[in-house]
């Protein structure tokens, strides 16, 4: 498997049913999430906010939330406004510490 495979796998194990996961297929519906790297979309009356996710290695989590908002990854997702999450999660190989901030739109 590869890592896109793997990252949409563990993607829908965490979503369960309540949420539509799209990796890399929402490039071909949505232009603007070319470059991130997972997006959740809950399901409708689910009352679950859509999430944009950007994962980072050796970087910042802070740098990521910056990528989404610089890149607009978030441009298609208006109708979510009020529950949109935007979550950078980073790694850093040297301390072997995950990193995450989450900042709600």
Same mark, same amino acid.
């Given at each position: 498997?590869?890592? &896109? ?7 829908? +194990?965490?979503? =369960? ?8 297929? #929402? ?5 603007? #999430? &070319?470059?991130?790297?997972?997006? #959740?979309?809950?399901?409708? #009356? ?8 950007? +994962? %980072?290695?050796? %970087?910042?989590? =802070? ?6 908002? &610089? ?5 298609? +997702?208006?109708?979510?406004? =009020?529950?949109?999450? +935007? ?5 850093? &190989? ?6 995450? %901030?989450?900042?709600?739109?």
């Amino acid at each position: 498997m590869d890592y &896109e495979g793997l990252q949409e796998t563990v993607a829908r +194990l965490i979503a =369960g049913d309540k949420i539509y996961v799209n990796v890399d297929a #929402f490039q071909n519906d949505f232009e603007s #999430f &070319e470059s991130a790297d997972v997006v #959740f979309l809950p399901t409708p #009356f689910s009352g679950l906010p859509a999430m944009v996710v950007e +994962l %980072k290695w050796n %970087k910042t989590s =802070g740098g990521a939330i910056s990528q989404i908002k &610089e890149r607009g990854y978030t441009s298609n +997702l208006k109708p979510y406004a =009020g529950k949109l999450l +935007l979550v950078g999660i980073n790694y850093d &190989e040297k301390s072997g510490v995950h990193t995450c %901030k989450i900042e709600k739109v």
